[in-house]
């Protein structure tokens, strides 16, 4: 489960991480942007390019699952997890993907909305 927040007068879009597990957190910083992925994570879980576009992503959860999780009931978590989630792909790829080519917000959704595949959210 994860926070996500924006201060109006800085500016800037943060995001914490509350897991049971430790994870590593492994920073992409280059010309064209910064962006922050879990270790083997095949999307960032936040980022910015060069052109101001930022995004800080985060689980939607059910009830269902957020109720298994949170008694720590960890095996059962995952099998309604993927009961919740079969055959549906996680948007973060996309947004991910064009990160450092996107100049446009609207632009960016219109990829994503026109991948053609079914999200999870």
Sequence with gaps: MCTVGYHKELN???????????????????????????????????GINKHSCAFASTAVNTPEWAAKAS?????EASVQFKKENEGLVNPMIYVSEYLPEVTDIDKWLEKVLNSGKNFKF
């Excluded at 800037?12 to 910064?34: A, G, S, W, Y």
């Excluded at 008694?71 to 095996?75: H, I, L, P, Q, S």
């Design 12 to 46: 800037i879009i943060f995001k914490n991480r509350d897991k049971c597990i430790p994870t590593d957190e492994v920073v992409t910083l280059n010309p064209e942007f910064l962006a922050v992925k879990t270790e083997g994570a095949d999307y960032f879980s936040a």
């Design 71 to 75: 008694e720590g009931k960890m095996d």
